[in-house]
């Protein structure tokens, strides 16, 4: 067989050629031979036939493509285009495939080039360009056209059409070739090797006068599209042509005659995305005009910086003529020490030809010498793995022309001129064909590694979509042909093991990252050593993420200090910064930090400590945000916020992930009961305030479960009422019913009267709820008629409030004066603000039951403007008022845009309940509006939403939807 893709796409089996029709089955083929002998995916497969258009019927269709392909190759057996476990695989013999003997050509053609051996250059490059029929793939689509091997090849192409001219030229025949340049320097305007070629054919053949224009015209375009000059190369040729003096033949050779460097190590075998940073980094380097290209390459250990600095390299070969130049300069090496600047600089000068004798013993001396060799030249510097900074100043050339890449953990900004760019993870894409590719790879000829599609998500992101464990377990999966994905990706689950797991031979995740951290902790500045601490508290800690105030405690140094220390954390890529003033390791980084910290004392020690502070900061925050609940239970000062609640606020969006995890990890942990119950009660206020009523019932969940195992029965009691409003706030009203009907009696039996006064006011509020009037007025009294006695403001306005809610459907007078009432003894509380915004709005709730919408909307918008600090579901029931009032003042598109506030604002605070309630409101004004199908989504989004609760506006919903199934014709 021959399958051709340097044209459009060909298959013959040496007698006849092979019809691959329809545009799917040769996307197929060409996506199969630019893969040839490698598994393919069917997920790669699929993306490139339909991309993100595909069908569910696209596995079906890929497998009839597949048979039709089959025929059409004489394929009958399957044995060339075989089924393999992860997808199918296309076996190619080399000579089979004209871009394999196309690449083979070319390379020898560089070897011959490279020995100035002109006969052989013509005849390597003449059997290169006679595989050549055109465009690769040119005629399928662009997801098999835009492969970055056919890149390569169109590179490949104009090397070796350079090559040939090189080669004529150097044996005297010029006068056939300006033709074929011309054409070739319009296609190519800015290559100046075609310019340089087309300069020295027209000078040999008597048109010196149309070699200058030529130079003009290159000149000009350089400037204009890229802002730099031509090429030592091509100044020299313009110079003599100037002068009139006979031009030599171009030699392999740059001008000192020094040999061409080409140290690039080979490109890795296996890469996959990375294509806007290899854009970045390609426009880096070649963007020099007064200075060289200069481009640094940062990010964590293994996330493949020298991968794809070799190979961004790699594909710039042709526009660095005069060399390329590789130096590990060992900045993470295992086992070596960084190379000094000395060493450096003597490499580099030793690569570029510079004896031994010539090179000076002083580092700036060579550093001079290596600044005026590559003076003039057009040469890429690979400076791969440096320490810092101070390690490569004295590499960097200083002239145009030069480009320099630069890859190092830390991101050198300090590098003036430089493009720095930081390297993440791979994408979950990604980082699966980059497994199935080197797994495959190894396995080629056998049979493939079973690699299940889901197995193999879950394997790479337990190897935290690194390159370098992804390489690990590659290897393993390429080297036993027997061991399953799923049982790789299980013993990568226990977090202990992880590490353990990714080490295969000299490649190993816990050895990288523990060079970064060795060299933080023998660092001679305190705040690498800082910041090696830090890492080990991250580690001791084990909590979703990190800040300044908590290390700070922990570590017993200054916020600051703290600060400083994770931002050198960030700087060398072991923490991520995706909040400000919130960092978080890798998956990974987190299992080496763990090990840091093998002694269960010294993690006890700092959890204790983060403990202590966690409930310190949430103790003054509760003293902001609600003084009334903070001095009745009696919860420590705290730090606090500078009094101020946007502060107080912040503390608890920044650190309430953190808060659950931890009172979560500790709740069997008798030393921490004590501060754990107490840090769980200070919390309601920041949780109720920012509608986080998922976190209040967990956190209160295992307070409850705590306190009863320590018998504690204060806080107990607390916990069953801090879950009951969490309930009544979720419309789960039996369900908090039944556990303030448990608290109750317990501070019956202790003789808390206050928190008595307060479980009875929570009863009758959520007896209100559930219909039963009577009951709740009975208990209000009793309520009301003990705080009176008692002169708790607190509790009598609560009383009031409430009674003001029970009176609201017979009798919405009496109700606005129970609520006025409850305004004016919550003045005498030291949270006035939250009845006066509460009664606010149940004065609002009156006047919509007296069908007075636009009273009800003057209230409702003034508690809305005052209730900034106030509860969550205070503020939701008056954004539901206000849409209400405004759809009966028939002001619809005005409560149209409120309900897509409201909406959003419950959306973003994943509160189902508060959705389920904006839904059923949203739908009533688009009911109004005449759109009933558009209403009857929403009703039933909401009955989904409220599906559990005791709220009667469920009732509602379920008539509201039948109503409308029936009239409007809807099923």
Not at 100 to 107: G, N, P, S, Y
Not at 729 to 747: E, H, K, S, Y
Not at 817 to 825: E, G, Y
Request: net charge negative; proline share 6%; charged share 25%.
């Amino acid at each position: 067989m021959r399958f051709g893709l340097l044209g459009s796409l060909q298959a013959h089996d040496g007698a006849r050629d092979c019809p691959i029709r329809g545009p799917k089955a040769r996307t197929l083929l060409a996506v199969l031979l630019l893969n040839a002998n490698q598994p393919v995916s069917l997920d790669r497969l699929i993306d490139a036939l339909w991309g993100d258009e595909a069908p569910n019927t696209a596995e079906a269709s890929l497998r009839n493509l597949v048979a039709r392909t089959r025929k059409s190759l004489g394929d009958d057996t399957g044995e060339r285009l075989r089924a393999v476990p992860s997808g199918y695989q296309l076996l190619v013999e080399e000579e089979e495939l004209d871009s394999a003997r196309f690449e083979r050509a070319v390379q020898r053609a560089r070897a011959a080039h490279e020995a100035a051996d002109w006969p052989r250059v013509l005849a390597e490059t003449a059997t290169a360009l006679e595989l050549w029929r055109g465009e690769p793939l040119a005629d399928l689509p662009e997801t098999a056209a835009g492969h970055s091997r056919c890149e390569q090849w169109r590179e490949n192409r104009l090397q070796a059409l350079e090559w040939r001219f090189d080669a004529e030229l150097h044996q005297g025949r010029p006068h056939g070739l300006v033709a074929e340049l011309t054409r070739l320097v319009g296609e190519h305007p800015l290559r100046e090797a075609f310019h340089g070629q087309l300069m020295l054919a027209l000078h040999g053949s008597g048109q010196r006068a149309q070699a200058l224009t030529v130079y003009q015209r290159l000149r000009r375009a350089l400037v204009d599209e890229l802002g730099i000059e031509p090429g030592p190369a091509v100044r020299e040729s313009h110079a003599r042509i100037l002068a009139d003096q006979p031009e030599p033949a171009p030699a392999p050779t740059p001008r000192t005659g020094r040999p061409i460097p080409a140290q690039l190590p080979s490109p890795p075998p296996h890469f996959v995305g990375r294509r806007e940073q290899l854009d970045a980094l390609r426009t880096a380097l070649l963007s020099g005009t007064d200075r060289p290209g200069l481009a640094v390459l940062s990010g964590m250990a293994g996330v493949g910086k020298s991968a794809l600095a070799v190979h961004c390299a790699e594909t710039l070969r042709g526009r660095f003529p005069d060399g390329q130049l590789f130096l590990n300069l060992r900045g993470a090496t295992p086992g070596l020490t960084p190379l000094g600047a000395h060493q450096a600089l003597t490499a580099l000068l030793r690569g570029l030809g510079t004896g031994p004798a010539d090179i000076p013993d002083e580092a700036d001396g060579a550093a001079a010498l290596l600044r005026s060799t590559l003076s003039g030249t057009r040469t890429l510097l690979l400076l791969d793995d440096a320490a810092d900074l101070a390690q490569v100043r004295h590499l960097l050339p200083s002239g145009p022309g030069c480009g320099v890449l630069i890859t190092s953990r830390t991101p050198m900004l300090a590098l003036d001129g430089a493009t720095h760019l930081r390297l993440g993870t791979l994408t979950s894409k990604e980082s699966i064909a980059l497994v199935e590719l080197a797994a495959g790879r190894a396995t080629a000829g056998r049979e493939v590694v079973s690699i299940e599609h889901a197995d193999l998500a879950r394997l790479v992101e337990l190897c935290g979509r690194l390159p370098l464990a992804l390489r690990i377990v590659a290897a393993r999966l390429a080297a036993r042909a027997t061991l399953p994905v799923r049982n790789l990706a299980d013993r990568l689950e226990d977090p202990e093991d992880r590490l353990d797991e990714l080490e295969l031979d000299d490649l190993s995740v816990r050895q990288s990252l523990g060079l970064a951290h060795d060299a933080l902790r023998g660092s001679d500045r305190k705040l690498d050593r800082r910041a090696a601490d830090a890492l080990a508290a991250v580690g001791a800690l084990d909590l979703p993420e990190y800040s300044a105030g908590l290390l700070s405690g922990v570590l017993r140094i200054s916020p600051g200090q703290a600060g400083a220390a994770l931002d050198r954390l960030a700087d060398i890529a072991l923490l991520d910064e995706p909040r400000s003033g919130l960092f978080v390791p890798h998956d990974l980084v987190r299992d080496y930090a763990r090990e840091l910290t093998a002694d269960p004392a010294e993690r006890d020690r700092s959890v204790a400590a983060a403990l202590h502070w966690y409930l310190d900061a949430a103790a003054g925050s509760a003293r902001v945000l609600d003084p009334g609940l903070h001095r009745k239970r009696q919860l420590p000062p705290g730090h606090g916020h500078d009094d101020d609640r946007d502060t107080a606020f912040a503390f608890g969006d920044d650190e309430c992930a953190n808060l659950t995890v931890l009172v979560e990890r500790l709740a069997d942990q008798p030393w921490a009961a004590p501060q754990l119950l107490t840090l769980v009660q200070a919390l309601p206020p920041f949780l109720r305030a920012r509608g986080r009523t998922p976190e209040l019932l967990q956190l209160n969940e295992i307070a409850l479960r705590v306190a009863r195992r320590e018998q504690h029965t204060v806080a107990e009691g607390i916990a069953l009422v801090d879950l009951a409003t969490a309930h009544t706030d979720t419309g789960r009203f039996t369900t908090a019913l039944d556990l303030v009907d448990r608290a109750i009696p317990l501070w019956q039996r202790t003789g808390h009267l206050e928190r008595l006064q307060t479980g009875l006011n929570n009863r009758a509020t959520i007896l209100q709820l559930l219909g039963r009037d009577q009951e709740a007025a009975d208990t209000l009294h009793q309520a009301l008629d003990l705080a009176v006695r008692n002169d708790d403001a607190f509790n009598e306005a609560f009383a009031l409030s409430t009674l003001g809610n029970l009176a609201e459907a017979d009798d919405p007078h009496l109700a606005i004066t129970h609520h006025t009432r409850s305004i004016d003894a919550g003045r005498r509380t030291r949270d006035p603000v939250l009845f006066e915004t509460a009664g606010l709005c149940n004065i609002g709730n009156a006047h919509l039951r007296l069908d007075q919408p636009a009273e009800a909307l003057h209230h409702y918008r003034t508690a809305l403007a005052r209730s900034e600090n106030t509860h969550w579901n205070t503020k939701r029931e008056c954004r539901l008022g206000e849409i209400e009032s405004l759809r009966r003042l028939r002001r619809l598109q005005d409560a149209a845009d409120r309900g897509r506030e409201l909406l959003a604002l419950t959306t973003e605070l994943a509160d189902t309940y508060g959705t389920g309630l904006a839904e059923h409101a949203h739908g009533l004004v688009l009911r109004d509006q005449g759109l009933p199908h558009q209403a009857l989504t929403h009703w039933r989004t909401a009955l989904d939403r409220l599906a559990g609760t005791d709220n009667p506006v469920v009732a509602e919903l379920r008539g509201l939807i039948a109503f409308t199934e029936a009239t409007a014709g809807v099923a």
